[in-house]
């Protein structure tokens, strides 16, 4: 059982790069997010989906776009890739929408 | 402004001894809480929630105690272990059962569990 997948696990991009982040679950959770942690700071979510075909902004979604095709997939689009983006990024996903989530074991993104 | 507020960046316990983790939280309609643990490299793991008609919840070591009056929840690990050394996040949401709101995620405590 896999849980959540998400690849890259290491990604350095040069400014104004565009890159998509993977994120796969095989729990047949609904609800899938996406969070970026940057150092001595909490979780910041940046889009969240409530179903294939659903999807909404989080706290911080400015530069990044999502999409969810199917239950299992909720990829993250980075455009136009800048400083400020550098972080570790998380996928998680629930069965139900306020929390337990599972997460995926994050990518850590520089952007130079 | 954080709305879910960790105050100590860190902690160092003994082995044996108790860890409490604290967290603040401001807004009155945060109902349901929740404690994540994570280590290096991986990502968060669930570790106990309680919502706002519970004072405290307990499973195994861990148990999680919430004042709602002073906006106050606390994580205890008694005893505490090696394997307790991790960073803890507290987490806070609006308890919607059909609905998503957001989970607000505190800035996290960094436990060491000395031997």
């Known amino acids: 059982n896999a849980g959540v997948t998400q690849t890259p696990k290491f990604r350095i991009l040069k400014i104004g790069q565009s890159m998509t982040l993977q994120c796969t679950q095989d729990m047949n959770h609904n609800y899938m997010y996406w969070y970026r942690q940057d150092p001595g700071m909490g979780l910041k979510l940046i889009y969240y989906s409530v179903g294939a075909g659903i999807t909404d902004k989080g706290e911080v979604p400015n530069g990044y776009n999502v999409s969810r095709s199917t239950t299992e997939d909720f990829p993250l689009r980075l455009e136009l890739a800048a400083p400020s983006q550098t972080s570790v990024y998380f996928c998680?996903?629930?069965?139900?929408?306020?929390?337990?989530?599972?997460f995926g074991s994050g990518t850590r993104l520089t952007v130079v | 402004d954080q709305q879910v507020k960790q105050n100590s960046p860190s902690l160092s316990v003994q082995e044996g001894r108790i860890s409490i983790l604290n967290c603040d939280y401001t807004n009155s309609m945060f109902d349901y809480f929740l404690w994540y643990k994570k280590y290096p490299a991986e990502g968060p793991t669930f570790l106990i929630s309680i919502s706002s008609i519970k004072d405290k919840n307990e499973d195994g070591r861990f148990t999680v105690f919430l004042n709602k009056s002073a906006k106050h929840l606390s994580l205890h690990i008694v005893p505490s272990q090696p394997g307790d050394s991790a960073v803890y996040f507290c987490?806070?949401?609006?308890?919607?059962?059909?609905?998503?709101?957001?989970?607000?995620f505190g800035p996290g405590t960094s436990l060491s569990v000395i031997p």
């Open positions: 987490a806070a949401s609006a308890f919607r059962k059909t609905s998503y709101d957001k989970v607000i």
């Open positions: 998680a996903s629930s069965p139900t929408p306020f929390g337990g989530y599972t």
